[in-house]
């Protein structure tokens, strides 16, 4: 059974970088047959995709048109875990923000962490 | 985008009653290379990540109880609780996986009347 777990600051300055680390135990990062994504959810916004990472021979990275010039989600085979990096950010991405995984639809979820940006 | 509207936004239901609780998205989310459609539903308490409950629009998720079942094809899709316990109130969502960007419907409320 895939678990997920998420760790990270709850607490971002305006225009200052948000990064989560997402843990993976039960599966690998580097499955062909899997999907690692990072999802948000808000009052305004609801259940926000922001992206994805899987690997078929080469990684690759897949982002939501919203946040395509400030996102980055990077994999770590040697942590087994994939990273969130949301650059620029303003009081609308604040939000509780979650992995999930295994594939495109997700049996598994981080616990969610409530970031807040604010200075 | 695919957009997913859900129907309707919030729903009372007597215990031991059956919930109905509809999906429909603005584009086709049936794949005809394999018959299948690419449409999931999830539970969510409060402070609670969601849950999922059903995928492949039809097939039940490790553990849910069998009162639980999804059914639809294309674009209109429903997710059915055939009787209502007490620990079945959360919101409901569904999402599409069929092309990216990955969309969720707005969630229906559901609670005991």
């Known amino acids: 059974q895939v678990q997920l777990q998420q760790s990270g600051p709850g607490l971002v300055k305006p225009s200052q970088t948000l990064s989560l680390t997402c843990a993976i135990s039960g599966d690998t990062v580097s499955n062909n047959n899997a999907a690692w994504h990072w999802i948000r959810q808000s009052p305004s916004r609801g259940l926000e995709w922001l992206g994805r990472?899987?690997?078929?021979?080469?990684?690759?990275?897949d982002y939501a048109v919203s946040v395509n010039s400030r996102i980055i989600i990077n994999p770590d085979t040697s942590k087994n875990q994939f990273s969130l990096q949301l650059n620029s950010v303003t009081p609308e991405d604040t939000a509780v923000y979650y992995c999930a995984g295994s594939g495109n639809f997700y049996r598994a979820w981080g616990q969610g962490t409530l970031v807040t940006v604010s200075s | 985008d695919i957009v997913m509207t859900q129907s309707p936004d919030s729903l009372a239901v007597s215990l031991g009653e059956r919930a109905t609780i509809n999906c429909k998205s603005s584009q086709n989310v049936l794949y005809s290379s394999n018959n299948k459609n690419y449409l999931a539903w999830y539970q969510q308490r409060p402070g609670q990540p969601p849950k999922l409950l059903i995928y492949?629009?039809?097939t039940r998720g490790s553990g849910v109880p069998d009162r639980f079942s999804g059914s639809g094809s294309g674009t209109d899709f429903t997710l059915t609780i055939s009787s209502l316990q007490a620990e079945d109130v959360a919101t409901y969502y569904c999402?599409?996986?069929?092309?990216?960007?990955?969309?969720f419907g707005q969630g229906t409320n559901l609670e005991i009347k």
């Open positions: 990472t899987y690997y078929t021979s080469e990684w690759y990275y």
């Open positions: 999402q599409q996986y069929h092309s990216s960007p990955y969309t």
């Open positions: 492949w629009a039809s």
